[in-house]
């Protein structure tokens, strides 16, 4: 099954502590994407990356890394986490090659940093 | 910089009835509009995609339109269900912001009562 993979799926943590969320495709996409979810302002793309070894800033990307290393794996890592990066994240992929360049949505992981 | 714009921001209808969400975009070089479907506290299940040379799309429904020039799109609900009570996003993709990337709306919270 075609499907993006997110863990942890639930985190709760403490400022400072660093911690990483890991994201996975098995649909040999080139491109991925990582977005965070707050209530009022929508979905809001944090960093993405075209393929291995190429990332880039998105929106905003103060207070976390990413990188990809694998064509299927992005994990998102943020080293010293504050309470306001507690926000539901999601990471997407898809095929810049392949039309119409749908692309597809993990399950969400909800950090909260207390 | 491609703005997007749900209205209205929360919809409540007895079953059996037709309605339409409305999309705004600020830009009309757009590359794609995609509608998701969120559940609460859930990740976002794909619903239609509309390439930008496309007028509409259906599937069961759900049918979504596109009218670039104007800025708009619908996503037109028949027979509405308890079943179909989630919040729904359109998000755009377009050249002048990296067509892999997807600006989205707020949402269209839909509660549908039996």
């Known amino acids: 099954e075609a499907q993006v993979t997110q863990n942890p799926r639930y985190l709760i943590t403490v400022t400072g502590k660093k911690l990483t969320v890991t994201c996975s495709q098995n649909m040999n996409h080139e491109y991925m994407s990582w977005y965070r979810q707050d209530p009022g302002l929508g979905l809001r793309q944090i960093y993405y990356s075209m393929n291995v070894e190429v990332t880039d800033k998105g929106d905003v990307p103060e207070g976390y890394k990413v990188s990809r290393k694998e064509k299927r794996n992005f994990p998102l890592i943020l080293e010293s986490p504050s309470p306001n990066q507690t926000s539901l994240y999601f990471c997407?992929?898809?095929?810049?090659?392949?039309?119409?360049?749908?692309?597809?949505f993990g399950p969400g992981t909800r950090l909260t940093v207390t | 910089k491609q703005e997007v714009t749900q209205i209205p921001a929360a919809l409540s209808v007895p079953e059996g009835e037709n309605l339409v969400l409305n999309c705004s975009f600020t830009?009309?070089?757009?590359?794609?509009l995609q509608w998701f479907r969120q559940d609460p506290g859930k990740g976002l299940t794909s619903l239609l995609l509309i390439q930008s040379s496309q007028r509409e799309q259906t599937s069961g429904r759900l049918n979504a339109s596109l009218d670039k020039s104007s800025g708009r799109s619908t996503l037109y609900i028949a027979a509405s269900q308890p079943g179909d009570s989630a919040t729904y996003l359109c998000a755009v993709s377009s050249p002048n912001t990296g067509f892999q990337k997807l600006v989205f709306g707020t949402g269209t919270r839909l509660l549908v009562s039996p």
């Open positions: 997407a992929s898809s095929s810049p090659g392949r039309a119409p360049y749908e692309q597809y």
């Open positions: 830009d009309s070089a757009i590359y794609n």
